[in-house]
Nanobody, 120 residues
Framework: QVQLAESGGGLVQTGGSLRLSCAAS????????MGWYRQAPGKQRELVAS???????NYADSVKGRFTISRDNAKNTVYLQMNSLKPEDTAVYFC??????????????WGQGTLVTVSS
């Protein structure tokens, strides 16, 4: 069984920075894409950023230039460096792994989420 564990969320002031981490555990041979999503109160979950095994990245327009996604394939870990945070970045941030080659092939795995609160 493959699990994702996020860490690094918390409370930060406007303009501050946070770094989120998400580690995948279990019998993992490879992960195609890892990504960060977020869900604010009363809103739908949205993609923040994603990165392929070849390190091709994709960002939501709202975070371009402020957030940076990276991954360590050897550790099956993905990171999200968030700078110049704004109150509208407040949300629960979820990690997702797509195309996980484990004992079986797993289409998608979600983490449980970590709360990021940006105060004004």
């Amino acid at each position: 069984q493959v699990q994702l564990a996020e860490s690094g969320g918390g409370l930060v002031q406007t303009g501050g920075s946070l770094r989120l981490s998400c580690a995948a555990s279990g019998s993992i041979f490879s992960i195609n894409t890892m990504g960060w999503y977020r869900q604010a109160p009363g809103k739908q979950r949205e993609l923040v950023a994603s990165i392929t095994a070849g390190r091709r990245t994709n960002y939501a327009d709202s975070v371009k230039g402020r957030f940076t996604i990276s991954r360590d394939n050897a550790k099956n870990t993905v990171y999200l460096q968030m700078n110049s945070l704004k109150p509208e970045d407040t949300a629960v941030y979820f990690c997702r792994a797509d195309g996980v080659l484990s004992i079986t092939f797993i289409q998608s795995v979600w983490g449980q989420g970590t709360l990021v609160t940006v105060s004004s």
